[in-house]
């Protein structure tokens, strides 16, 4: 046994190998995922869009629980071989020694559950924190009954539960045909396809089974609007070479377009980033050995195209091959998404207008966020124009974080999780600047919306409680030794 400890954060395939593979080669192994969620947590949309018509049957803790971890055969295999797994836990912040935190000591990575608050030393820190749904904004998305192709597929494959009887699917990407056919196998309608383009981009194979299906595909057309008062009636397309628009019946509405990596953890850890323009994504930047900038910390991810990362993870940490290091598909199969992406925004906006929601939180329209319009309930002597891009003599750059704070999109509880991808492309739309010059909006401890008395001490010492300015400069003596006097200056 090397009595090394190693977190690794994400049950996902490439977690679970990796964990597998580390406890064999003898090392402390702690797997944490933040599934099941409870209902409260999901409706943060974190990490998958799910919407806001959760099904009331995510309130059954117990079967919940059984249905996610029956569903994940690897994590199932993790704890049998004595793997420390940690589910329902969210690794909310992890912390090290920098310029800005000089007393933290051994590195530690914050867990919460809903018992309560631990942080976790750590010899290596492993991230596979998988990806998160691209969601885009039009009419009618705020409804309940919208929801991501990530967020859908985990309802049905491993919550096993669903609200909706018949969908309509935006995309025609792999995983929209993924999230079509796991909704066919438990007996949910699929009202049919809508692309933008005149591809359907899940290839001719994919296309062959939707047609075998009986499901229409409408090529060349966009949602206007999701029609409805309290929860999703219809669906309006309309077609991009002039056609009438469609009026389709169905009740729940299903972004399949694309997915993005899930970043937060190792952005907030201060992780260096790189902007991969194929995705279009920030990425932690990594050594051979998978290694991030912050020192023991290391990413794993689909979004990586690098081969047999679990074993090269592994020969970094100073372990030997595993034998069950197999490699994870890759992501890197779903070729350009930038341009789909990007075809997806600018269609949209070109038949939904300006005054469409961006910002569900803030409800801030397109409009107002581009136009860089203060919050509407300023005065009108506190508003004032401003303009997004600055200049210099690297070229126009443009910071989301300069943009979230003039009109609070991505201010709100979901902190940019809907709506911040989205944002970045219409401003490079908008003002002609590439998405590699819009610096990101910053992630910040924690990453998820988490109830405050979870994290806090019950009880703090005498030092921190009172003397909380100083305590961090100062020896700690014991009341006993001190007489009386709990503090002696070094």
Known sequence: MSGKRVVVVGASTLGCEFSLAARQAGFEVTLVDEHPQALKNMSFDAPYFYGSGLPASLSDETAVFDNVLGSN??????????????????????????????????????????????????????????????????????????????????????YQAFNGTRCLVLGTTTLAVDFATAALERGIAIAGFVEPTAEFKAGPDGLGWVEAQGIPVFFESVILQANGTDKVSSATVTSLNGAPATEIDCDTICMSIAVLPNIELPAAMGCALRFTEEFPAWLPSVDGGLQTSVPNVYWISTFNPAEGQVDTVLSAIGGTKGKNAATAASASGLGNQADYISVWVAKLFERGGKDVVLCQCETVTRGDFLDLKPPRYLGAGMRSPHIAVTGGEGGAKISQDLTKRMTRVGMGHCQGKRCRDEAAMLLSQRYGVPLKDIKPGSYRFPVRPIDMSLIAAEDDDYHTREKWPHWMHEEVVPESVAGGDTRQNR
Do not use: M, Q
């Open 73 to 158: 055969e690897l994590l199932l295999e993790c704890v049998e071989n004595e793997v420390d797994v940690k589910v329902g836990v969210v690794a909310w912040g992890a912390f090290h020694n920098t310029e800005n935190s000089l007393h933290i000591g051994a590195p530690k990575v914050g867990l919460v559950s809903r018992e309560g608050n631990e942080l976790v030393e750590y010899d290596h820190l492993v991230l596979a924190t998988g990806s998160r749904d691209f969601v885009p904004s039009f009419k009618g998305w705020e409804l309940p009954g919208v929801l991501g192709g990530k967020g859908g597929i985990k309802l049905l494959n491993s």
